[in-house]
């Protein structure tokens, strides 16, 4: 392998892939980074066996071949180096990098041990404009599970329903939904799979503010493949059932209230406070002529009432929920306005965008807390 | 107490004195501010018995009196609400404190059980430009050692000579010097003290960018105060001998060396890169020709020449250095250009600001790793 490439290209590919590269696996080479080059390109890749990324850059190839070597030396490496051309050159596993005023070898493990990234060669299921996918991730995943004990939990669903598609998560104490219509877009209309939350926020990172791509979605039986530009992020999928979410969707609401979104955000926060101790709840309470109060309390440290003005539709009411998951869902839902839904104290709060902007295809529900 | 003041002024004094606040003492009265209200100004304080930290607010008091509060939710607290007035009134033990949409009770612990932070009614030692002082101490802490096996190490050294401050600081891996012609400053010339390293970065974080301040320094037997503004920072001093280091500042150099800084922390950051596993130990080579080279061998990993024109002055040279203390000295230096100077492989190299606007009153010694 002998190639020539900008510094700048090289640096953003290895950001791009460096970040599915496990430090801590018994594997070494999957500390590694491949670089693979053929007649004018030199494919990355990195995998963690669950996850793995595939990114190319255009250079200058004398000689074609391959070596894996340490992602984070390397990565580190080439950052800190001036903008300017890079030579590497490949002798046995040994490669040099060489520069204008620098100049290293480093110790590779030959490409023959790195792990193969499946490869899907199928037509696209979808092609989306890529932000439009991301923004619908974000507003998401944040409700996927961290706890891997019910898979199902820890990924996001994605199915197609009446020319739209819909992408849910929940860790059953929670669950937003939201749905994107598809209007233009080819598909089977067939689609039913869950995508690790994992999976998903390297996605959101991929596309970062890409803003002119496309994301094309490819499937296999048990495996998914982004592919954005020069980039193909391809991940399992969980096997299993995703919960019947339809039933825990209030069909109707006791009382609605229209508010400030960041002042929403700011009285949670400050109810939080208190809360810590007690595991993070906080009272909310609506008063019909226009008033929403949040009292939390704290036994050893003191008490807190927040409040803010609102609109009210419906009688007084009042719920518990949890301070985290309330901040997280208004932190997502990216309109200026929020309606927010109570049903008294054991039933779900439903959270919906207000305005023009955001028609109502997103919603977040949070489960309240028995008190 | 029964008082009020702006967010903004709360949430500065608070952000002032709340580091000094230790949070996992045994005294819970430590992990608490002390709020004490006289005629028209609010006083607070926090100290962690080495440190401790006064800061005056300006405030329309209804009521006098005093409370300590716990530090850490009262700053998040404050910082939280929205900016305007905020009322405070102290029932018993019991803070309240007000907004027109925020109400908080926070229960204190009396202000009795605050410790004494020492007063010293004396007339300054010495008054500069805070931000000199700011600037000079920078140059200098970082030498100092964060081991607290050799107190004096872990100290910054100040004491008058020739019409000048000297700030000086060593591990004894390294040492650091900072000469402040003091022209008019009115000084009994006789100061001689170490402050705590730790006291100094406190003191460089308060003045902050308060390029109008002027700084005061009060002396009592075993306490110095920093008086920045309505700010007062009294620490305890370090008893001790600080170590004679004229003897280890070279007379003569063998090989001096005029290169640009940032190019030489760039290579010094990269051949860090591959000397990890090896302690961070980097040979550097200089050329007669005009070149400055840095060498690093990871065994298992790889090895890494960095190179960087430079002026030299004398013959080729080496040197085995800690990359470490070379990356933090050429951060501080301060200059676009810097003097290096090698000894030979047993000596100390000595580093010095080059250029107008900064004569030769900083110097920087590295002693060598043996190899």
Redesign the interface.
């Known amino acids: 392998m002998k190639l020539s490439l900008t510094q700048e290209n090289l640096s953003h590919a290895l950001g791009m892939v460096g970040r599915v590269v496990s430090n801590r696996s018994s594997l070494p080479v999957l500390s590694n980074v491949l670089l693979n080059a053929d007649a004018n390109r030199l494919r990355l890749a990195a995998t963690n066996l669950e996850l793995g990324i595939n990114c190319w850059v255009g250079c200058k190839v004398d000689r074609a071949g391959a070596i894996t070597v340490?992602a984070r030396?390397f990565t580190?490496?080439v950052s800190?180096?001036?903008s300017g051309t890079i030579d590497l050159t490949l002798n046995d596993t040994?490669?040099s990098l060489k520069t204008p005023?620098?100049?290293?070898?480093?110790?590779g493990i030959s490409a023959d041990e790195f792990p193969l990234i499946p490869e899907i060669k199928t037509e696209p299921i979808l092609t989306l404009p890529a932000t439009v996918f991301r923004d619908a991730v974000q507003q998401v995943v944040v409700a996927a599970s961290l706890d891997e004990a019910r898979p199902v939990l820890a990924g996001v669903h994605l199915y197609i329903q009446d020319d739209k598609l819909i992408i849910v998560a929940t860790d059953s104490y929670r669950l937003a939904e939201k749905k994107l219509p598809l209007g233009g877009v080819k598909t089977d209309g067939k689609l039913s799979i869950i995508v690790p939350a994992r999976t998903m926020q390297e996605l959101v990172r991929i596309i970062g503010d890409n803003s002119e791509a496309e994301l094309n979605m490819y499937l296999s039986d048990n495996q998914i493949m982004f592919e954005v530009d020069t980039i193909e992020l391809t991940s399992r999928l969980i096997e299993g059932q995703f919960p019947n979410y339809a039933q825990i969707i209030p069909s109707s609401t006791q009382t609605t209230v229209a508010i400030d979104t960041g002042e929403f955000g700011?009285?949670t926060?400050?109810a939080n406070?208190?809360a810590r101790e007690n595991a993070g709840s906080i009272r909310i309470e609506v008063k019909g002529e226009g008033q929403l109060n949040i009292t939390s309390t704290a036994s050893?440290?003191?008490?807190?009432?927040?409040?803010?003005d609102c609109e009210v539709e419906g009688d007084d009411n009042e719920v518990a929920l949890n301070a985290k998951y309330l901040s997280e869902a208004l932190g997502v839902v990216r309109s200026p306005k929020v309606s927010f839904a109570i049903s008294g104290k054991l039933n779900p709060c439903v959270i919906k965008p207000l305005g023009k902007d955001e028609p109502s295809e997103y919603l977040h529900i949070i489960m309240p807390l028995r008190t």
Not at 101 to 107: C, G, K, L, T, V
Not at 300 to 308: D, I, K, Y
């Open positions: 340490p030396l580190e490496l800190s180096l001036p040994n490669l005023h620098y100049q290293s070898q480093i110790n700011r009285i926060k400050v406070l208190f050893q440290v003191g008490e807190n009432t927040s409040s803010a």
